[in-house]
């Protein structure tokens, strides 16, 4: 088996949170939305019935933990959880939060315009709340 890498284009898309006890979890560098990624840490895993029961057990678990920090952060009205995977194949969830309003309200993020880069600074101070948030959900 081969080691875990995350996707190039998560990679080139997210900036690092941290890891958790399954996932490494990114941030989307899209400054329309709050954005959290979960990918589970196995390679070669595609769907979520294709991980362990206890993989899969992780899995839901951290994504509430994500997904209560995420809420907690934003003040969201409401978190979108997903997993599609039909143009980055490799597990992973998303954790959005969205707020009435935003730029794609009430529809779904995907394919909504071009993405919008945070500037660094924030980028940074985003991750870091979001990271410390995790610390007390």
Do not use: S
């Not at 979520?48 to 029961?53: C, G, K, S, W």
């Not at 993020?109 to 993405?115: A, K, L, P, Y």
């Amino acid at each position: 088996m081969r080691p875990f890498q995350l996707d190039p284009r998560l990679r080139a898309d997210t900036a690092e949170v941290g890891t958790l006890g399954l996932c490494k979890l990114v941030m989307m560098n899209d400054r329309r939305w709050p954005w959290l990624i979960l990918v589970p840490q196995r390679p070669d895993i595609t769907e979520i019935h294709d991980l362990t029961p206890l993989d899969q057990t992780m899995l839901t678990f951290e994504t509430c933990l994500v997904a209560k920090a995420l809420k907690t952060v934003t003040k969201a009205e409401k978190i979108n959880v997903g997993a599609l995977g039909n143009i980055v194949q490799m597990l992973h969830v998303h954790v959005i939060a969205r707020h009435a309003g935003d730029p794609g309200w009430p529809g779904p993020v995907w394919g909504h315009g071009q993405r919008d880069p945070y500037d660094p600074e924030v980028l940074d101070a985003k991750r870091r709340a979001f990271a410390n948030a995790l610390l007390t959900a």
